[in-house]
């Protein structure tokens, strides 16, 4: 019993950490390290409780939950501020066009830590207003009214910089 529980969560953790790393990834604007803990601790928490995890209707949307929990949670910290500059990535971005992505990451790390999880939820995840205040432990019109917010800061903010990609 305990070896397939074990067995049914590996495969649980296999199959969703590609996706959690990009969810983290954009909630961290870029920030690949924290992403790594982030996903960690999330894959963590659920296995711990796995056996409750593992009964709820959609685990992959509890998991989502507490990546975004575990997110918010770590911007809460004072710490969370720190950022070493020196370091170079540990490797080059794969595909696409990089300057947009990097404007893109750019103006996510500007918003304020629960508008770009707003962001995340609603728009990489492609959540509803209502998971989303779930998630977040929020109302809907919270919901509605940051992500509107966090939408027009988005658009102040890259309203030069896209500019030269649209010309491209």
């Known amino acids: 019993m305990r070896q397939a529980r074990a067995d049914d969560y590996a495969q649980f953790a296999v199959a969703r950490a590609g996706h959690l790393y990009r969810s983290a990834c954009l909630l961290t604007a870029g920030d690949t390290h924290l992403a790594e803990d ?52 540990d490797r080059a971005a794969e595909g696409g066009d990089v300057s947009l992505r990097l404007t893109l990451l750019q103006a996510l790390a500007r918003l304020p830590a629960k508008d770009r999880a707003v962001v995340v939820l609603r728009y990489w995840e492609d959540r509803s207003v209502e998971e989303t205040a779930a998630v977040l432990n929020a109302s809907s019109a ?5 992500c509107t917010r966090a939408l027009g800061r988005l658009r102040e903010s890259l309203g030069e910089e896209l500019g030269e990609y649209a010309a491209s």
């Open 38 to 89: 982030l996903v960690q601790e999330t894959l963590g928490r659920l296995y711990v409780h796995w056996g409750r995890v593992s009964r709820v209707e959609n685990p992959a949307g509890y998991a989502q939950t507490v990546l975004t929990r575990a997110f918010l949670a770590h911007q809460r910290r004072r710490s969370s501020t720190e950022r070493a500059t020196d370091a170079l990535p």
């Open 142 to 146: 919270a919901v509605r009214t940051r």
